[in-house]
């Protein structure tokens, strides 16, 4: 399994960005799948994530209507639209598959296995 993540990079306040996460070696499609967040000395934050194949999604309080995850099964590929973007969203943001299949998007860590090496995203003036 492996999950590459990219797009991060620095952008000012009120900008956007989107970010890819191209994933292989497991049934993409059977997976829930999420992004995470985490900044140096402190806990990894769930950001958002989506369900296998009917679309359903979670997001964090923090980002809701500001970001959009979404998927392309048949390209294996998962996005962050972030917009709106503000200083406190600065921090490695990883990309991560739920251990079990058909599961119901959430930010629970603990649930999560195969994690991508992680993309920067650093909001600033």
């Known amino acids: 399994v492996q999950l590459q993540a990219s797009g991060g990079g620095l952008v000012q306040p009120g900008g956007s960005l989107r970010l890819s996460c191209a994933a292989s070696?497991?049934?993409?499609?059977?997976?829930?799948i999420g992004w995470f967040r985490q900044v140096p000395g402190k806990e990894r934050e769930g950001v958002a994530c989506?369900?296998?194949?009917?679309?359903?999604?979670y997001y964090a309080d923090s980002v809701k209507g500001r970001f959009t995850i979404s998927r392309d099964n048949a390209k294996s590929t998962m996005y962050l639209q972030m917009t709106s973007l503000k200083p406190d969203d600065t921090a490695v943001y990883y990309c991560?598959?739920?251990?079990?299949?058909?599961?119901?998007?959430?930010?629970?860590?603990?649930?999560?296995?195969?994690w991508g090496q992680g993309t920067l995203v650093t909001v600033s003036s």
């Open positions: 070696g497991f049934t993409f499609d059977d997976y829930a």
């Open positions: 989506i369900a296998d194949t009917d679309g359903s999604t």
């Open positions: 991560a598959i739920q251990r079990l299949p058909y599961g119901v998007p959430n930010n629970r860590y603990s649930e999560y296995d195969y």
